[in-house]
């Protein structure tokens, strides 16, 4: 049996993932330092807090199929930390879920949307093949996918029984609900912020999923840290692709060549010393948030600047708070960034 890996941040399935390098045109000295200029501030712009969702008609509620398991049924893990399966009730699993994954500040409809997600996430991989030894693999000691009652109390401390009764409110009003494809769970994957428009799953994994296949999601830009440069040293970037078999030699200005980018912004590949890499690939050899990067060796080093933070499939964390401030409620989140799915109740 395969088990799907949650992250705390983002969702990494665990079917394995292709490589790669480029060379962005958004890339440009003005990216370079520790934290380089918003798009807001280069546009002079306001963050869009105050701007509307995008408003779709209430989604379509339809029914489970009858084959299905309800809807709370105990979600089963493999939690790492205990070393063993747990059953955890739909309500602490809901709960643990969003607590690893957002603020518990945040507006409730962006917390419910990742709730349902998770929960929905986590039927999807029993219904791929998850067994009694767990359906995920979890850790809730670092708060990988979930965590428990314990792990929260260290946490939040003194703001833990607030932060706790908020959380279980939320989940109360969402226990029931599921987000659904063809009457299935949809993989409701999630990322923490996209490029600006999210990824199609088939170019981060191998499965093109028709819900899967990208939507603007302009608000991400705004986002603190939207872009982030990091340097590499010509040593460290020879041992970091050394990994993707790859054994730089010669004048390191020369080693990286032309990339190709998807609709989305992230790189499809890149010519790393005369070979192609997948940009999910690089992205993984040099630890970067995204795969929308731009690389460039400057000033006696590489220079690697990233936009996004994540996979960038489904569902952007950040572009869900948006939404949510802008008055969107938890089912228009998820049936606009899983377009083709309905929400289930009960």
């Known amino acids: 049996m395969k088990r799907t890996l949650l992250s705390a941040a983002a969702l990494v399935v665990l079917a394995g993932g292709a490589p790669f390098l480029c060379l962005l045109p958004w890339f440009s000295s003005d990216t370079v330092g520790d934290r380089p200029a918003d798009a807001a501030d280069a546009a002079g712009t306001a963050p869009p807090a105050a701007t509307a969702a995008p408003r779709a008609a209430d989604p379509a509620v339809t029914p489970a199929p009858t084959e299905q398991p309800a809807a709370g049924q105990p979600v089963l893990l493999w939690d790492e930390a205990a070393g063993r399966t747990v059953e955890v009730p739909v309500r602490d699993f809901l709960v643990g879920a969003a607590a690893c994954e957002l603020p518990a500040d945040w507006p409730d409809a962006a917390i419910q949307a990742q709730m349902v997600a998770s929960h929905s996430y986590a039927l999807y991989c029993r219904d791929q093949g998850g067994g009694e030894d767990g359906w ?182 950040q572009g869900a708070r948006a939404m949510a401030e802008g008055g969107a409620s938890w089912r228009e989140i998820l049936t606009y960034y899983f377009p083709g799915c309905t929400v289930k109740i009960g």
């Open 136 to 317: 995920l693999q979890v850790n809730s000691a670092t708060g990988s996918g979930w965590t428990d009652t314990a792990a929260l109390q260290a946490r939040w401390g003194e703001d833990y029984s607030q932060n706790h009764a908020r959380l279980a409110e939320l989940a109360d009003g969402v226990a029931d609900a599921l987000l659904l494809y063809e009457g299935r769970p949809a993989m409701a994957c999630y990322h923490a912020v996209s490029s600006g428009h999210t990824e199609a799953s088939q170019n981060v994994w191998s499965e093109a999923l028709p819900y899967l296949q990208g939507v603007d999601s302009a608000w991400d830009r705004y986002a603190e840290d939207f872009e982030l440069t990091i340097e590499y040293t010509s040593d460290q970037f020879t041992q970091a692709v050394a990994g993707l078999g790859i054994r730089p030699e010669g004048d390191p200005a020369d080693w990286v060549g032309e990339s190709r980018w998807d609709k989305a912004g992230y790189i499809r590949s890149v010519e790393i010393c005369g070979q192609a890499v997948s940009g999910t690939a690089v992205r993984q050899a040099l630890d970067l948030r995204s795969a929308c990067f731009a690389i460039a060796w400057r000033g006696g080093q590489f220079v690697i600047t990233t936009r996004g933070y994540g996979h960038g499939v489904g569902l952007s964390q």
